[in-house]
């Protein structure tokens, strides 16, 4: 009896409900609310609404409806929310993610029942996943329950896709690589760069597991009504504060195919101590084994071998030319604007490219769209700030923030006369602008300007600067596919201003601008192939060199060289291809394209003949835009990772490289007024392969790793010059090179303890870099056409860092560093020639400097830990070189009376105490 009860109200129910759902409304909704439109439909229709007030997100609608159902308006306007309804007479009640059923299915009684028809007992068939949801409800109150999706229902899909994006609650920056699993389905999935993820789940109740080192473990439980948005925050793990300073994700070492990458941590570098207490994430990058500098106080960086030209240096999707400040004292990447800094020595992704040795991709760190927040601090020669606020929560913020110097008496303790009467200034500024349009859209924008200027004699002041403008568009197309359109231009410039005597008063100026568009997209095929593909173009424009007379006095003649123009474009596609639980394979394949065009003109020369003034046979005029020359080929990336167990693995890599610019010096270490020169009629572009190999291993639940890297880098069509070369104005700078070729090799090792009270990593390589200046002209021979060390031969490399947390607010620090010295020409006798004494030297590069070795000490302490307070703040105090070594800077060599005598110079050959103050609100 209760059964047929039961079957004729639901029978009354629903024929209520569809008469109901037929009554016609002629109305109109013009740019109002959700919210708002109901109300509207309430008053015209008759019906009353019953819902909660915070159901409905700002989405603002404009439509209109003439002799329309009001079932058919309720669908439409509530389509693209998780909103369903029961019209129920004059009531039309609505619901958040589940539906009312109203028709009972055919088997809605058990069958067991069907031959009872008096049994009681008899009950509503209650779907699993409602009676798991009371049971969660009522059962453990500390586990989040969540609703997902819009049940439809007349769906039979059984599993729906829920995708979203996870940020850190305090900052609101995404969360990448964190793990999110349903253990009992044997379902996963990870968070990309930008912290979305996507993973297919059954209808129902499903707990998440989330995991994260940084994050530590949490569960979420999850009521999946159909496909939907799933997005939330987590707050990060205290057990941060005792992480390494740099480091990779979580087993990334182990289980990523890519080999050779460092990666930066810029929250933890605060620990270690830098020259003035001005934190630098490049600098602290150069303690890691294969990437070193020069000397103390040189431009640029070496990795693994290579020339200080051959990084591509990128801000944002810029390429940033020159990256230091202050005669390479400081990095010109504003700490406190920086989110993170990737750097790929050994396997370059297929989507860069122009550079042979590496990439060092860094990336500002998103706007805060919750509230206003800043960073700052305060040293002995700089100050920096950098500021934060959202002008839409959660949708539109900005960042901006300047560093400049503001004292230059360091200059002053540098026992280098030439730089202890110099003078020397530099700012940098930065600007971020984010913009989440929907799930789906995000827009990114950057820009970025720096300057330097300095004087090392009376009589000249010399200028560099860069200036960078991006902008990027994010945009998700479904779960498995999304895309990145990228318009980027980089500037850099030089300028040199002289008034000395004989009134040869002059101005000269350098520039080299870039203009990049590039398409990036992204398909997860299956798990097993997930491919990456795209295009971009480049424009180039260098002005070689402009020299105007200063002042009407100046007796200088204006010069202006041609301008140089290139076109770079590529085509690439990658794939990461999971064979099986232990191979993993990244394949890569790109194909650069280089034009030099005109207007232009380009000398010929008898290939009998050196390459001179001289030997010029003919002048070719090229008009503009017209090509005079293309280079091009494949680029071949490779990867790949073996799991021997699941802590240990081995890697290996192939890479072709092609470099189509050129920088231009003959100084030892690199200069700001070096210049830069593309691949012409004359100049063939650089190449390079390399060979990679390493073993990783993690111990202790990764507290601790262990990594050996080896490599092999053999190069083609290096430039270096002849004795005397003169580079400034030169319309014929082809005459002045020597091409050759190159080969670099090394092994790398790394051993690191990532947790606990004392942490710290230490590095060595072993790693050789040699040219060979060959030429069937005895004219263009260097050392016989032998190998020989370049200049950025630097076998060994030593550095220990290493950090111990004293309490919470106290902890000390520790650096320790030793490099080989690098290669010199020695004077080694004299003769006389033509009745006058000449100097004689050595084979180029025969021999070296003292070996560099530098110990540093720092303690860092922190302000109280409440919780409410208007900034948190800590205190850096660090002796730099504390032993007061006198590192040699450079060796030259002086003819006294007739004698030559060989001198050294340093850049800090003093201990040198800082003490910073920074905070953070």
């Given at each position: 009896m209760k059964r047929l009860i039961v079957t004729y109200l639901f029978f009354l129910l629903s024929q209520i409900c569809v008469s109901q759902n037929l009554q016609r409304v002629t109305i109109s909704f013009n740019n109002v609310s959700i919210k708002e439109a109901i109300l509207k439909l309430e008053d015209?229709?008759?019906?009353?609404?019953?819902y909660e007030q915070n159901w409905f997100e700002e989405t603002l609608i404009s439509k209109s409806y003439q002799d329309e159902s009001i079932g058919n308006i309720l669908d439409d306007i509530l389509r693209e929310t998780n909103i369903n309804y029961l019209i129920l007479k004059d009531r039309i009640i609505l619901t958040k993610n589940n539906a009312i059923i109203t028709k009972l299915p055919l088997d809605f009684f058990k069958s067991q029942d069907l031959n009872n028809e008096n049994n009681d007992d008899t009950e509503l068939k209650t779907p699993v996943f409602q009676k798991e949801y009371m049971a969660a409800k009522n059962g453990n109150t500390n586990v989040e329950l969540l609703t997902v999706g819009k049940e439809n229902k007349n769906a039979s899909k059984t599993k729906f896709t829920v995708s979203g994006y996870i940020r850190d609650s305090k900052t609101n920056r995404p969360i990448e690589n964190l793990t999110i699993l349903i253990r009992d389905k044997n379902i996963s999935a990870i968070t990309n760069e930008a912290g979305f993820f996507?993973?297919?789940?059954?209808?129902?109740?499903?707990?998440?597991?989330?995991?994260?080192?940084?994050?530590?473990?949490?569960?979420?439980k999850v009521i999946v009504y159909g496909s939907g948005d799933l997005s939330f925050n987590l707050e990060e793990s205290l057990e941060q504060l005792d992480e390494v300073l740099i480091e990779s994700s979580k087993d990334d070492n182990v289980k990523k195919a890519i080999v050779g990458v460092t990666?930066?941590?810029?929250?933890?570098?605060?620990?270690?101590?830098?020259?003035?207490?001005?934190?630098?994430?490049?600098?602290?990058?150069?303690?890691?084994?294969?990437?070193?500098?020069?000397?103390?106080?040189?431009?640029?960086?070496?990795?693994?071998?290579?020339?200080?030209?051959?990084?591509?240096?990128?801000?944002?999707?810029?390429?940033?030319?020159?990256?230091?400040?202050?005669?390479?004292?400081?990095?010109?990447?504003?700490?406190f604007a920086t989110g993170s800094v990737d750097i790929y020595k050994g396997s370059i992704p297929a989507e860069f490219g122009g550079r042979l040795s590496s990439v060092i991709d860094i990336s500002t760190k998103e706007a805060n769209m919750e509230k206003f927040s800043g960073e700052g601090n305060i040293g002995p020669i700089t100050g920096n700030l950098t500021l934060e606020t959202p002008i839409v929560k959660d949708k539109v913020a900005i960042m901006a923030g300047v560093r400049a110097t503001y004292s230059d008496w360091v200059l002053k303790s540098i026992s280098e006369e030439s730089i202890k009467n110099s003078k020397a200034s530099f700012y940098d500024a930065i600007f971020k602008y984010d913009h989440k349009i929907d799930e789906n859209n995000?827009?990114?924008?950057?820009?970025?300007?720096?300057?330097?200027?300095?004087?090392?004699?009376?009589?000249?002041?010399?200028?560099?600067?860069?200036?960078?403008?991006?902008?990027?568009?994010?945009?998700?197309?479904?779960?498995?596919?999304?895309?990145?359109?990228?318009?980027?231009?980089?500037?850099?410039?030089?300028?040199?201003?002289?008034?000395?005597?004989?009134?040869?008063?002059?101005?000269?100026?350098?520039?080299?601008?870039?203009?990049?568009?590039?398409?990036?997209?992204?398909?997860?095929?299956?798990k097993q192939h997930k491919f990456s593909y795209g295009l971009s173009s480049k424009l180039y424009n260098i002005q070689p060199g402009d020299m105007k007379p200063l002042g009407d006095e100046s007796i200088v003649q204006s010069k202006r060289l041609e301008r140089e123009k290139?076109?770079?474009?590529?085509?690439?596609?990658?794939?990461?291809?999971?064979?099986?639980?232990?191979?993993l394979l990244d394949i890569g394949?790109?194909?650069?394209?280089?034009?030099?065009?005109?207007?232009?003109?380009?000398?010929?020369?008898?290939?009998?003949?050196?390459?001179?003034?001289?030997?010029?046979?003919?002048?070719?005029?090229?008009?503009?835009?017209?090509?005079?020359?293309?280079?091009?080929?494949?680029?071949?990336?490779?990867?790949?990772?073996?799991?021997?167990?699941?802590?240990?693995?081995?890697?290996?890599?192939?890479?072709?490289?092609?470099?189509?610019?050129?920088?231009?010096?003959?100084?030892?270490?690199?200069?700001p007024v070096d210049s830069w020169k593309l691949s012409d009629l004359n100049i063939k572009p650089e190449r390079a392969e390399q060979f990679s190999v390493g073993l990783y291993k993690n111990f202790d639940d990764n507290s601790h790793e262990i990594s050996i890297e080896g490599y092999y880098k053999k190069m083609k069509n290096l430039l270096d010059f002849k004795t005397g070369a003169e580079l400034v104005l030169n319309e014929n700078i082809e005459t002045v090179l020597l091409p050759g070729e190159g080969k670099a090799y090394g092994v790398e090792f790394l051993i690191k303890k990532k947790k606990g009270q004392f942490n710290g990593w230490l590095s060595y390589s072993y790693s050789r870099s040699m040219i060979?200046?060959?030429?069937?002209?005895?004219?263009?021979?260097?050392?016989?056409?032998?190998?020989?060390?370049?200049?950025?031969?630097?076998?060994?490399?030593?550095?220990?860092?290493?950090?111990?947390?004293?309490?919470?607010?106290?902890?000390?620090?520790?650096?320790?560093?030793?490099?080989?010295?690098?290669?010199?020409?020695?004077?080694?006798?004299?003769?006389?020639?033509?009745?006058?004494?000449?100097?004689?030297?050595?084979?180029?590069?025969?021999?070296?400097?003292?070996?560099?070795?530098?110990?540093?000490?720092?303690?860092?302490?922190?302000?109280?830990?409440?919780?409410?307070?208007?900034?948190?703040?800590?205190?850096?105090?660090?002796?730099?070189?504390?032993?007061?070594?006198?590192?040699?800077?450079?060796?030259?060599?002086v003819n006294e009376n007739g004698e030559i005598k060989g001198y050294k110079s340093s850049i800090f050959s003093i201990p040198i105490p800082t003490i910073t103050y920074n905070f953070k609100f």
């Open positions: 015209v229709s008759g019906f009353k609404f019953y996507s993973i297919e789940v059954p209808k129902g109740l499903n707990t998440l597991e989330i995991s994260s080192l940084s994050y530590g473990q949490s569960s979420k990666k930066v941590d810029v929250q933890g570098i605060k620990n270690i101590p830098l020259v003035l207490g001005e934190r630098d994430v490049l600098k602290v990058a150069t303690t890691m084994p294969g990437i070193k500098t020069a000397g103390e106080g040189a431009l640029g960086y070496n990795v693994r071998g290579g020339k200080v030209d051959e990084n591509l240096i990128l801000f944002d999707n810029s390429v940033l030319y020159n990256p230091s400040h202050f005669f390479g004292i400081f990095s010109a990447i504003n700490p995000k827009i990114q924008a950057t820009g970025y300007l720096s300057n330097d200027e300095f004087s090392i004699s009376s009589d000249s002041i010399y200028s560099y600067g860069n200036r960078l403008a991006s902008i990027k568009w994010d945009h998700n197309f479904n779960d498995k596919n999304r895309s990145s359109l990228i318009l980027a231009s980089s500037q850099y410039k030089f300028n040199i201003l002289y008034e000395g005597i004989f009134n040869r008063n002059f101005d000269y100026g350098y520039s080299i601008n870039e203009t990049q568009l590039k398409l990036v997209a992204k398909y997860n095929y299956s290139g076109l770079e474009s590529a085509i690439f596609i990658s794939d990461l291809f999971e064979v099986n639980d232990k191979l394949f790109r194909y650069s394209l280089f034009a030099a065009l005109g207007k232009r003109n380009q000398n010929i020369y008898d290939v009998n003949q050196p390459i001179s003034n001289e030997s010029v046979i003919d002048t070719k005029v090229y008009s503009n835009n017209e090509v005079i020359k293309t280079y091009g080929g494949p680029e071949i990336r490779f990867s790949s990772r073996y799991f021997i167990t699941p802590s240990l693995s081995i890697k290996a890599g192939y890479n072709k490289t092609i470099q189509y610019s050129h920088l231009l010096s003959t100084n030892t270490t690199a200069s060979r200046l060959d030429s069937k002209f005895l004219s263009n021979q260097v050392n016989n056409g032998k190998y020989f060390s370049a200049n950025q031969d630097r076998p060994h490399d030593i550095n220990l860092i290493s950090n111990y947390k004293l309490t919470k607010r106290y902890s000390f620090s520790l650096n320790f560093n030793y490099q080989s010295g690098r290669p010199i020409t020695y004077p080694v006798g004299k003769y006389i020639y033509n009745g006058e004494e000449q100097v004689l030297y050595s084979d180029r590069n025969k021999y070296r400097i003292p070996d560099y070795y530098r110990f540093d000490v720092g303690v860092n302490i922190e302000g109280n830990h409440k919780n409410v307070k208007l900034a948190h703040s800590f205190w850096n105090i660090s002796v730099y070189n504390v032993l007061g070594r006198n590192n040699p800077y450079s060796v030259y060599f």
